[in-house]
């Protein structure tokens, strides 16, 4: 608890040196940070998401200038970019925040948005459970008022609910209905919408959920899609991401050594502060398919010593519990 105070110092006191040096780059350039409009700090907010410290500068000023302008809906959503972007327990800090700010205000659209935020801090911190009664609720509560955008982007978090337990076929079906909306929508730019980042990720679930249930003929177009959209509009930050979906295709064509070469590539083109587990766990698949079993359990070591420390996480990662367990029953390493 004390260095988490510790850490929580240092970042405070180095933020408020950074916003100095930006207010005098901003001068420089002829607009000052607290000028920005609430759409072009998300905008710098998006733009920022591998340099955590010039990120925080712009979450910051988004939550003053809502809070100076006394405007609910833009504190919502500067608050949903804090819990996107801390981890537990600011994440569910500001998630509670969110929820309070909506009720208090009694608007169905900004209790959704409360709603659907505090289900996903929830599954980000592996609450499963209760996640999944939260998005039903914003689910729900969207269908009533009519809001497309919101349905989808609910309909997208339940069916990140069901992948986690194992129910592709559902969450395919959710999906597909998320890749069509938004993918009509992505011209639409207006405060706390972001269709372009639900289109990636959704067809990004779909391409993972269409490999798992082997509809690997529709991944082919999909993947084209993507990266068409992604060279197009050069958001070179999801391109990892998709070259992680070639590895994973490759892994169950049963082509190991294109896995590998492509989960690695994209391992190496991260460019962000999150920890890439899903490339860890199919490269050591893949070796082990390959027969060479000491270079995947290097990977399964490595998924268990900074995956599962103390905590339920996701059952989808289970196979490589059951092959180190093979592994050292072949050597007679009963500790192990």
Known sequence: MEINKIKYLIIKHLTIILLFLFHIQFNAQGKKLEDLSFLELEHKIDSSYNKKEELWIYINQYIKKSKDEKNSEALIYAYRYASGYSFYPENLKYSDSILFIAQKNKDHKLITESLINRSYTLMDNFMHKEALKYIIKANTVASKIGDQYLINKSKYFIAQNKIYLGLNSEANKELKSCVKYF?????????????????????????????????????????????????????????????????????????????????????????????????????????????????????????????YIGVNRNPQYRPAYELLIEYYASKNNTDK
């Open 183 to 307: 993918r009509s929508n992505l011209k639409e730019n207006k405060l706390g919408v972001d269709n372009e980042l639900f289109y990636m990720y959704s067809i990004l679930s779909l391409i993972d959920s269409n490999s798992k249930i082997k509809n690997h003929k529709e991944n082919v177009s999909l993947l084209n899609e993507a990266f068409y959209y992604i060279k197009k509009n050069n958001l070179k930050e999801y391109y990892p991401y998709f070259v992680s979906s070639l590895g994973t295709e490759a892994y169950y064509h049963n082509n190991f050594n294109s896995a590998i070469k492509y989960l690695q590539k994209s391992l190496d083109s991260y460019n962000d502060q999150w920890p890439h587990y899903t490339e860890i766990f199919y490269i050591g698949l893949s070796y082990w398919k390959l027969g060479n079993k000491k270079e995947a359990v290097k990977y399964f070591e490595k998924l268990d010593k900074e995956y």
